[in-house]
């Protein structure tokens, strides 16, 4: 079994930064494939960014690009999420899941491909 533990949410203005942790159980967390999804009231759960263990590609959404870096530290089964220029649309919570497999490039985005979930932490950007 793998849990995820995730921190570092909180309340920030537009044009703001935060980083968010994921830290997973697990001996072979170097194996796995790493994700962030977010969820707005109302709206659908949403694939931010993915990290595949294996191959040692990151990937993130065309939504986030350019402004959310996600990386991992193996030593400390950790993975990141770096969100640069926070804007309102990016209020969510967003949660970070595990695939124990190295998942093909087609199914990174699918929340259903990931076998472990954490708990969410809460993002808020407004001034």
């Known amino acids: 079994q793998v849990q995820l533990v995730e921190s570092g949410g909180g309340l920030v203005q537009p044009g703001g930064s935060l980083r968010l942790s994921c830290a997973a159980s697990?001996?072979?967390?170097?194996?796995?494939?790493m994700g962030w999804f977010r969820q707005a009231p109302g709206k659908e759960r949403e694939y931010v960014a993915a990290?595949?263990?294996?191959?040692?590609?990151?990937h993130h959404a065309n939504s986030v690009k350019g402004r959310f870096t996600i990386s991992r530290d193996n030593a400390k089964s950790t993975v990141y999420l770096q969100m640069n220029s926070l804007e309102p649309e990016d209020t969510a919570v967003y949660y970070c899941a595990a695939s124990r497999t190295s998942l093909i490039l087609s199914r990174i985005t699918q929340s259903g491909a990931y076998d472990y979930w954490g708990q969410g932490t809460q993002v808020t950007v407004s001034s």
């Open positions: 697990g001996r072979t967390f170097g194996t796995f494939t």
């Open positions: 990290f595949r263990g294996s191959y040692g590609t990151m």
